[in-house]
C-alpha cells in the first residue's frame, strides 16, 4: 500500500555562498528530538548522500560554483525523488541550499510527464539567474533559472568557461525527452524583496505572478493561500518550494544564510504551509535553507519543525490515514 508522506533528507550545501545549511535539516530532526517527539521515528524517512566533501577543493568556476558536484547531487535527487514519489503520495523534502530544488521539480515532472505542475515559490529571492548573470556565482540563485532554461543573455554580465555551459545546458533540460521542466505561467512567487537587477527586468519581462510580502498584511495568509489555489485550479499537482529567507529575520531568526527585513510573519508561515498541505494537489513541499551555524540555539531548526509537524498533520487529515 502507498504511504502516506516519505520525508526526503537532502544534506547538500554546494550551491550555498555560506557554510552550514547542509546541518539543516538535522536542526528540524533535533528540534524534534528536544521537544521528545516521535514523529521522526513514525515517519518513512531516506538521507540522500551528499557531495559536501567537494568544498574542500578549490573553486573552478567563478561564474557557476562546484558546478559538477551540483550536478552530481541533482542526478541522487531525481533518482530519489522518482523512488519515493512511486511509493509515497506526498514527500516532504528538507534540503540545505536551495539549488536542490530544481532536481525536485525534475523527479516530480519526470514522474508524471502528463501532468500539470504548478510551482509556488516562497522565499525572499527569485532565484533566476544564470551562470551568465549572477554576480555571486552561488547556484542556490539559479535553481528557477535552470528550471525555466533561461540564461537572460540581455543581462549578461559574466563570461562562463566551456565546461560550465555544458553543465549549465544539462540543468536546463532535466524534463521528459529533455525539455524545459516549467513556464513562467506555472510560478507564483512569495515574499519576493531582494532581487538583483538582472532578475528584476526578467520577471517583468517573463510576467511571473508575484504576491508581496505587504499582501499578508493587507488580506491575510488564509486568502493569499486560497488566491494561490484559484491561480492553479487548472493544475493537477502542486510543488511547494519554502526557503526559510522567506520570514522576517526578526520574527524567525537569523539562521540562515541571506537573511532579509520585511519578511512574512512566521504565524502566517504556518497558516500559509498549512493551507498548501490541506491540498488535494499538494505532491511534494521542500523546506530549504536552514542554517543553524549562523543562529541562536537552533531557532530556524525549531521554527522549521514546527511548519512541517502542522503540514504532516493536516496531510494526514486529509488522506485519514495514521503515519504507520
Ligand atoms: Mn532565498
Same mark, same amino acid.
Given at each position: 500500500?502507498?504511504?502516506?508522506?516519505?520525508?526526503?533528507?537532502?544534506?547538500?550545501?554546494?550551491?550555498?555562498?555560506?557554510?552550514?545549511?547542509?546541518?539543516?535539516?538535522?536542526?528540524?530532526?533535533?528540534?524534534?528530538?528536544?521537544?521528545?517527539?516521535?514523529?521522526?521515528?513514525?515517519?518513512? #524517512?531516506?538521507v540522500i548522500p551528499n557531495n559536501n566533501e567537494l568544498l574542500d577543493q578549490p573553486i573552478n568556476y567563478l561564474s557557476a560554483k562546484r558546478i559538477n558536484?551540483?550536478?552530481?547531487?541533482?542526478? $541522487?535527487?531525481?533518482?530519489?525523488?522518482?523512488?519515493?514519489?512511486?511509493?509515497?503520495? !506526498?514527500?516532504?523534502?528538507? #534540503?540545505?541550499?536551495?539549488?536542490?530544488?530544481?532536481?525536485?521539480?525534475?523527479?516530480?515532472?519526470?514522474?508524471?510527464?502528463?501532468?500539470?505542475?504548478?510551482?509556488?515559490?516562497?522565499?525572499?529571492?527569485?532565484?533566476?539567474?544564470?551562470?551568465?548573470?549572477?554576480?555571486?556565482?552561488?547556484?542556490?540563485?539559479?535553481?528557477?533559472?535552470?528550471?525555466?532554461?533561461?540564461?537572460?543573455?540581455?543581462?549578461?554580465?559574466?563570461?562562463?568557461?566551456?565546461?560550465?555551459? %555544458?553543465?549549465?545546458?544539462?540543468?536546463? %533540460?532535466?524534463?521528459?525527452?529533455? !525539455?524545459?521542466?516549467?513556464?513562467?505561467?506555472?510560478?507564483?512567487?512569495?515574499?519576493?524583496?531582494?532581487?538583483?537587477?538582472?532578475?528584476?527586468?526578467?520577471?517583468?519581462?517573463?510576467?511571473?505572478?508575484?504576491?508581496?510580502?505587504?499582501?499578508?498584511q493587507k488580506s491575510g495568509a488564509l486568502k493569499i493561500a486560497e488566491e494561490v489555489e484559484h491561480y492553479f485550479k487548472d493544475y493537477d499537482l502542486l510543488?511547494?518550494?519554502?526557503?526559510?529567507?522567506?520570514?522576517?529575520?526578526?520574527?524567525?531568526?537569523?539562521?540562515?544564510? !541571506?537573511?532579509?527585513?520585511?519578511?512574512?510573519?512566521?504565524?502566517?508561515? $504556518?497558516?500559509?504551509?498549512?493551507?498548501?498541505?490541506?491540498?488535494?494537489?499538494? $505532491?511534494?513541499?521542500?523546506?530549504?535553507?536552514?542554517?543553524?551555524?549562523?543562529? !541562536?540555539k537552533n531557532k530556524m531548526g525549531e521554527i522549521g519543525f514546527s511548519l512541517l509537524e502542522n503540514c504532516i498533520k493536516n496531510i494526514l487529515e486529509k488522506?485519514?490515514?495514521?503515519?504507520?
Amino acid at each position: 500500500m502507498e504511504k502516506a508522506i516519505e520525508l526526503v533528507i537532502n544534506p547538500s550545501e554546494l550551491g550555498a555562498g555560506t557554510r552550514g545549511s547542509a546541518l539543516g535539516p538535522y536542526a528540524v530532526l533535533y528540534a524534534g528530538r528536544k521537544r521528545n517527539s516521535s514523529l521522526f521515528y513514525k515517519l518513512s #524517512s531516506v538521507v540522500i548522500p551528499n557531495n559536501n566533501e567537494l568544498l574542500d577543493q578549490p573553486i573552478n568556476y567563478l561564474s557557476a560554483k562546484r558546478i559538477n558536484g551540483v550536478c552530481e547531487v541533482y542526478d $541522487k535527487v531525481m533518482g530519489q525523488m522518482k523512488q519515493s514519489l512511486s511509493t509515497s503520495s !506526498t514527500v516532504l523534502v528538507l #534540503s540545505g541550499d536551495h539549488s536542490s530544488a530544481t532536481a525536485t521539480i525534475a523527479g516530480i515532472r519526470n514522474k508524471y510527464p502528463e501532468k500539470k505542475l504548478g510551482v509556488v515559490w516562497v522565499d525572499a529571492h527569485a532565484d533566476i539567474h544564470s551562470p551568465y548573470t549572477t554576480p555571486s556565482g552561488n547556484i542556490h540563485g539559479m535553481s528557477l533559472g535552470a528550471a525555466l532554461g533561461i540564461d537572460n543573455k540581455n543581462n549578461q554580465i559574466n563570461n562562463p568557461k566551456e565546461n560550465v555551459i %555544458k553543465k549549465w545546458n544539462w540543468m536546463k %533540460k532535466l524534463g521528459p525527452k529533455s !525539455t524545459h521542466l516549467i513556464k513562467p505561467e506555472d510560478i507564483i512567487y512569495i515574499g519576493l524583496r531582494d532581487i538583483e537587477k538582472q532578475e528584476e527586468t526578467l520577471i517583468s519581462s517573463l510576467n511571473i505572478k508575484t504576491i508581496e510580502t505587504s499582501e499578508f498584511q493587507k488580506s491575510g495568509a488564509l486568502k493569499i493561500a486560497e488566491e494561490v489555489e484559484h491561480y492553479f485550479k487548472d493544475y493537477d499537482l502542486l510543488y511547494i518550494s519554502f526557503d526559510v529567507d522567506s520570514m522576517d529575520p526578526m520574527d524567525s531568526s537569523f539562521g540562515t544564510g !541571506t537573511p532579509f527585513k520585511n519578511g512574512i510573519l512566521v504565524k502566517d508561515a $504556518k497558516i500559509l504551509l498549512g493551507e498548501f498541505a490541506k491540498s488535494e494537489k499538494l $505532491k511534494c513541499l521542500e523546506i530549504v535553507e536552514i542554517n543553524p551555524l549562523l543562529d !541562536t540555539k537552533n531557532k530556524m531548526g525549531e521554527i522549521g519543525f514546527s511548519l512541517l509537524e502542522n503540514c504532516i498533520k493536516n496531510i494526514l487529515e486529509k488522506q485519514k490515514v495514521p503515519l504507520n
